[in-house]
């Protein structure tokens, strides 16, 4: 299987879509809950059009992207097919994970991104993962955060919002700093966006609930993906594992939540099986 370092590496750029429970509406959470694709990484190249329609049928009703080219679409589909598709499927998108060349100030290419973000409907055009080179000094962290602020004023003004997900190595301490902190001070709520993944942050030690605290706002979308009880560097389905995200989602308002994107980087159960219990995991339990 495909891990996602694996992926990064060979595509350029890292790794949700969303049901909403008929009440939503007047519950306290006013968000969405979706599902990040690369969950079905393995599937979506073979039959992009047969995956699409099986993430509807298990109760989603949003998607966010990844792996999109100029060149190949989203896996051999342009994006004004995808976006076909989705509708067809009575699905929407939300966002999208990017190789945006931010980090080397590309800007050719995050119009790319923009344009694929603004054809398929997404709000968000988010950074998915940041190589090492780019991150070895306090000054190198310094340098991308400067190259955010351009790229998210440019995005600004073509009408998305850019944003960044972390891994684990945002929290680790660089030359007195940490890469999450100076992204989150260092840029503006109004045009940048750090999606929270839970599972990365509990994974590096840290709390949650802290990050949100301390930078309050700031997290539009977050992913809700599970830690294996017995074995903490692998996935289960949401609920199963020791992440308590009633917690967490009971600071959405303080955190700014928009979109709760699902997201499984790997399986003990077959795919889909899978994202359908954590689909009515969300519904039933964590949204009730």
Request: aromatic letters at 10%; hydrophobic letters at 35%.
């Amino acid at each position: 299987m495909t891990t996602r370092r694996q992926f990064l590496s060979n595509a350029g750029l890292l790794t949700a879509g969303a049901f909403l429970a008929p009440h939503m509406a007047s519950a306290k959470i006013n968000a969405k809950a979706g599902i990040q694709l690369y969950t079905l990484r393995e599937q979506l190249p073979k039959d992009p059009k047969g995956v699409i329609a099986k993430v509807a049928q298990a109760g989603y009703k949003e998607v966010e992207t990844f792996g999109y080219s100029k060149a190949n679409g989203f896996w051999g589909l342009s994006a004004s097919e995808f976006s076909q598709t989705l509708k067809a499927n009575g699905l929407t998108t939300c966002s999208g994970h990017y190789g945006t060349g931010v980090e080397t100030g590309n800007m050719a290419m995050l119009d790319e991104c923009i344009e694929a973000a603004k054809v398929t409907g997404q709000e968000y055009v988010i950074i998915p993962y940041l190589g090492d080179q780019y991150r070895k000094t306090a000054s190198d962290i310094k340098s991308f955060v400067e190259k955010v602020n351009k790229a998210a004023e440019h995005a600004k003004n073509a009408g998305v919002k850019l944003g960044y997900h972390n891994h684990n190595f945002e929290f680790t301490n660089v030359g007195g700093t940490t890469l999450a902190d100076e992204l989150l001070k260092g840029t503006s709520k109004a045009n940048f966006s750090f999606e929270m993944d839970i599972y990365w942050v509990v994974r590096s030690g840290q709390d949650p609930i802290q990050w949100i605290k301390k930078y309050p706002g700031r997290f539009q979308l977050v992913h809700v993906k599970d830690m294996d009880k017995g074995q903490p560097e692998l996935n289960t389905e949401i609920g199963k594992g020791s992440i308590d995200f009633k917690k967490i989602v009971a600071e959405a308002k303080l955190a700014g939540i928009q979109h709760y994107v699902v997201e499984q980087e790997n399986f003990k159960i077959d795919p889909y099986i899978s994202i359908t219990e954590s689909a009515k995991y969300i519904k039933n339990t964590l949204f009730a």
